[in-house]
């Protein structure tokens, strides 16, 4: 009896950290994108022309980004249905050229995220872009887990912008995002 009783306990224990067993055995993984774009002209503005007072929203097109998720599952030795989660990590954005052009025009930015057969999400947001920066690192906008969307071939990140000034022609963006996926050889 003490027997059975001694292998129902072990067995209870052993089912209860099961899940910490398996959560220890995540993989996780950063994986960076980066995009390069223009800025879109200010319909109805030139450069050099003031802004209305209070500004002007200024959308950009969906911008694709191929996942290359099944290689990237492949180089980590894992599979689609091992996938726990992925998650944005960062995203940045950074005035290419010209040299002399930094954030100056924009007010706020929101970045939104998109795949065939997906809704459109919020991703990223900035509110209060500093003056002078060349370089913006936004807020991500909550923890979703972006798994479906990154097994997609192709995802789309399109970004709303306020802006107060009409940015210089040609205005070269780069998006830069990093995003976590996290595996379980045990799923």
Do not use: W
Not at 15 to 39: D, M, R, T
Not at 48 to 59: A, D, M
Not at 169 to 177: A, E, F, H, L
């Amino acid at each position: 009896m003490k027997k059975l009783l001694t292998y129902a306990l072990v067995f209870l224990a052993a089912s209860s950290g099961c899940k910490k067993v398996e959560s220890l055995a995540n993989i996780s993984v950063n994986i960076p994108y980066s995009q390069q774009v223009e800025v879109p002209r200010v319909d109805g503005y030139d450069y050099g022309t003031p802004i209305p007072f209070g500004g002007v929203n200024l959308p950009f097109p969906a911008i694709p980004v191929v996942t290359n998720a099944k290689d990237y599952l492949v180089q980590y030795h894992t599979n689609a249905n091992k996938v726990v989660s992925v998650s944005l990590k960062s995203l940045t954005l950074d005035i290419v050229s010209p040299a002399s052009e930094n954030f100056d025009f924009l007010d706020n930015v929101q970045l939104y995220l998109s795949a065939p057969g997906l809704p459109e999400q919020l991703l990223a947001y900035q509110n209060a872009v500093p003056k002078g920066a060349t370089t913006v690192a936004v807020t991500t906008a909550g923890d979703f887990n972006l798994k479906e969307y990154f097994l997609k071939d192709t995802m789309y990140i399109r970004a709303s912008m306020h802006i107060n000034a009409v940015p210089h022609p040609g205005t070269q963006m780069k998006i830069s995002s990093v995003f976590n996926l996290v595996a379980n050889p045990l799923y």
